[in-house]
């Protein structure tokens, strides 16, 4: 006897052959859908396909959370999430990584209140593990460490453009739990020329210190004035030897007219820099900041016409000085070095090439530095004066590879960016 299914002639002798099941199992489609996780179209779409699909969806496009308001606390794209989270409860644990900031005027901070607060209550994100906060202003240190200390979870807090007031209450700051799992610490947000003499947030190293937010920090990048970078650099002794990549701030020292001693205290901050690296054995990555821009505004005032006032070398002749030291060697493990300049590439290469030069050749000269692969050359022109950089964009960033073009011939991978900046940022 024969059967006629689908159109074949089978023998009822002859097993039947199953339709295979057009189902593929979830894990496929979550690996199809992380392939795409950047696209928050698509992933919309794909969210409304089926109900399986929906969660994986949901976990990238609310994974990182964009909040901004203005200084009165109104903010649509919050007023939104709240929404959404009424809707969808859920999705607050999707929630891991958070960047909160108050649109103001260029360069103005607002003033962490009772309405920013509410705007952003760190309570409500069981899962946060990353936390970037811009543009506010502290009364004290204390209120930093409550938003650690309430996010138990939290492995990364960056801090942009926040100014933290001067003293602190009284009141010992409550112990951060066992569970904390502070891992990254960026600060920036104040040039040198604001930070010259002030101690604004010097405590608020000691203070987390104090409080236990450091317990497990392997990555610290301070990238503000020079009391705040100070501050920091004094527990290096203490945190040093866990980092596996430190970035920090210097300042070039060149004397301009009447500020004799803020040279010499630029100069000292260099040795103290150099100096404190010896507490950073297992260092991968080391990121400097050199800030030229304190020169650059007092050269405005005296020639306007002047594209490239001159540099100081003196960083660079101690850092090598340190990096050659026969015993203790240092940096024994350093991958990555980078250096981001806030000057013109003449400017440096005028003064610093014969400095840069000796540097690169201690670096890769008789295999001291047997894993270091990568070098970083950034630039970014500070566009004040009438006179524009001599030569092209590309031309300045081809004179810029020159300064350490040893590194490069040696093998090492050597990544070269410049841009203007026709307003230099607070940082």
């Not at 306007?304 to 100081?312: E, F, M, Q, T």
């Amino acid at each position: 006897m024969c059967i006629k299914s689908q159109g074949l002639m089978l023998s009822a002798s002859q097993p039947r052959i199953p339709v295979p099941d057009s189902r593929l199992p979830l894990d496929v489609y979550r690996c199809l859908i992380d392939t795409f996780r950047e696209d928050q179209a698509l992933l919309c779409c794909c969210a409304l396909v089926c109900r399986s699909w929906a969660p994986w969806c949901q976990y990238h496009l609310f994974s990182h959370v964009y909040l901004s308001s203005d200084s009165q606390g109104n903010s649509g794209r919050r007023d939104q999430l709240a929404e959404i989270l009424h809707t969808s409860p859920h999705i607050i644990e999707y929630i891991q990584s958070v960047t909160f900031m108050i649109n103001t005027y260029y360069g103005v901070t607002t003033v962490w209140t009772d309405i920013s607060r509410g705007a952003f209550d760190c309570a409500r994100f069981p899962n946060l593990q990353s936390l970037t906060l811009r543009s506010f202003r502290f009364s004290c240190n204390t209120e930093i460490v409550d938003i650690i200390r309430e996010l138990p979870l939290l492995k990364r807090l960056s801090i942009d453009n926040v100014h933290v007031r001067d003293g602190d209450s009284n009141t010992p700051p409550t112990p951060v739990p066992p569970c904390h799992s502070l891992e990254v610490i960026r600060f920036t947000g104040i040039t040198s020329f604001q930070a010259l003499g002030n101690g604004q947030t010097a405590p608020l190293a000691t203070r987390l210190m104090e409080c236990g937010a450091l317990a497990s920090l392997t990555s610290l990048d301070i990238s503000t004035g020079m009391p705040i970078c100070r501050g920091w650099i004094s527990l290096l002794p203490d945190i040093g030897a866990r980092l596996s990549h430190c970035g920090l701030n210097v300042f070039d020292p060149t004397e301009v007219s009447n500020t004799q001693s803020v040279g010499e205290a630029f100069r000292e901050h260099h040795a103290v820099v150099c100096d404190a690296l010896r507490f950073c054995p297992s260092l991968h990555s080391l990121r400097i900041k050199y800030d030229g821009l304190y020169t650059f505004i007092h050269a405005l005032y005296r020639d306007r016409a002047d594209p490239a006032p001159r540099l100081s070398p003196f960083f660079f002749e101690t850092l090598a000085d340190t990096l050659s030291r026969p015993e203790p060697r240092l940096l024994q493990h350093l991958k990555r070095l980078s250096f981001s300049f806030l000057c013109s590439v003449e400017s440096l290469s005028a003064a610093c090439l014969p400095a840069c030069e000796r540097l690169g050749h201690v670096l890769v000269a008789d295999r001291r530095y047997p894993s270091f692969q990568h070098l970083d050359i950034d630039f970014e022109e500070p566009m004040y004066h009438v006179k524009p950089p001599r030569g092209t964009l590309q031309e300045r960033e081809a004179e810029a590879s020159r300064l350490f073009a040893v590194v490069q011939d040696a093998g090492v991978r050597v990544d070269t960016t410049v841009k203007e900046s026709s307003a230099v940022p607070l940082r």
